[in-house]
């Protein structure tokens, strides 16, 4: 069977999966993201799917795989606004850390150690949202990965993609800053050589049978320790929603 995993990639994140759940640990950027990711993501869904988000349970009847779940910051979220959610996760040591936290939470989730080609090989029924966030920096061929991503979608599917931007600003931010300076993160968690621009995404997403709907960048405030979105600032941190084309 085909695969986009990268082994190299993911020991980095098995090395770091106790901490997932620790907002002053390894993924303290995530959770400081979180809240900004959370945004795009819900208004996108609630846009797509006509949802209103003032209702308790505005995504019942959906169901979202969150690809990369890594220990559900993403995942119990969306389980929390009534979807139904799989999470997977090439880390094999991510999956029982989300699973303890979901049943800690009372949430049912269903967290699975498999990739997106694998998922397509045992035949799961379609999608109706891909959350695929952080996660083509870190795959060994972006176009493989986003097509197996999009043959999990139904038509009228749609999916969230962030990533990092490849230009002189995002290394001195996310490695030299994140990795280097504040220690956020381990050393070499990210290769910048493998951070894709907004115009490659958008024609890989096409490529993929997808049709790029949205970009907008998630940009950090060192003043006031806080992520905001832009629809100018794609400099660092962006995230894309593409919809997958409905059948003739």
């Known amino acids: 069977m085909t ?50 988000l003032r209702t308790d349970r505005p995504f019942a009847g959906l169901r979202i795989l969150d690809i990369g779940c890594g220990g559900g910051l993403l995942s119990e979220p969306m389980a929390r ?9 090439a880390a094999e040591r991510n999956i029982p850390v989300a699973q303890a936290h979901a049943m800690q939470s009372g949430l049912e989730i269903d967290y699975r150690h498999t990739s997106a080609e694998a998922l397509i090989e045992t035949g799961e029924p379609p999608f109706d949202v891909v959350l695929n ?26 999916m969230i993609c962030s990533t990092l931007n490849r230009n002189p600003k995002s290394y001195v931010m996310a490695i030299i800053g994140a990795e280097h300076v504040m220690r956020w993160l381990p050393k070499g ?6 951070f894709i621009t907004p ?11 997808l049709d ?19 629809e100018r600032d794609l400099s660092v941190n962006y995230v894309t929603a593409s919809v997958k084309p409905q059948t003739p």
Not at 12 to 32: C, V
Not at 189 to 194: G, Y
């Open 3 to 52: 695969t986009t995993i990268d082994d190299a990639e993911i020991a980095k994140f098995q090395a770091m999966a106790a901490e997932w759940w620790d907002p002053e640990g390894k993924f303290k950027p995530l959770h400081m993201l979180n809240p900004c990711r959370l945004d795009y993501i819900t208004t996108q869904i609630a846009g797509e799917f006509d949802r209103d």
């Open 199 to 209: 115009d490659e995404l958008f024609t890989l997403l096409g490529k993929a049978g």
């Open 212 to 230: 790029p709907v949205d970009r907008m960048g998630f940009v950090f405030n060192p003043i006031a320790w806080t992520w905001r979105l832009s």
């Open 81 to 89: 606004l009534g979807a139904e959610v799989v999470g997977v996760d």
């Open 189 to 194: 968690t990210h290769d910048w050589s493998k």
């Open 133 to 158: 966030m952080e996660v083509v920096e870190h795959v060994s061929d972006p176009l493989a990965y986003l097509t197996a991503c999009q043959r999990l979608l139904r038509p009228g599917g749609l």
